[in-house]
Nanobody
């Protein structure tokens, strides 16, 4: 069984910073792409940032230049460094990972439980 556990959310003032972490645990062969998504109440989940297994990154236009995604493959962990936070960044943030299992070529998608980020003065 695979679990993704996020941490690092909280309340921060506009212009402040937070660093989210998402650690994958369980029995698996490797992890492919890893993403951060966010969701506001009543709205669909939206992609924030993606990092491939090779380290290539992609960002939503709304966070380019402010957020940085990174990963530590030895720790099976993906990070999201969020700087210059704005009130409109307030949302529940979720991590997602493509998991590869031994003896299978199929990738399976797993989601974390979400962590609340609130940007407010």
């Amino acid at each position: 069984q695979v679990q993704l556990v996020e941490s690092g959310g909280g309340l921060v003032q506009p212009g402040g910073s937070l660093r989210l972490s998402c650690a994958a645990s369980g029995s698996f062969r490797s992890i492919g792409d890893m993403d951060w998504y966010r969701q506001l109440p009543g709205k669909p989940r939206e992609s924030v940032a993606r990092i491939t297994s090779g380290g290539s990154t992609d960002y939503a236009d709304s966070v380019k230049g402010r957020f940085t995604i990174s990963r530590d493959n030895a720790k099976n962990t993906v990070y999201l460094q969020m700087n210059s936070l704005k009130p409109e960044d307030t949302a529940v943030y979720y991590c997602r990972a493509d998991i590869n299992f031994r003896g299978s070529r199929t990738q399976y998608t797993y989601w974390g439980q979400g962590t609340q980020v609130t940007v407010s003065s």
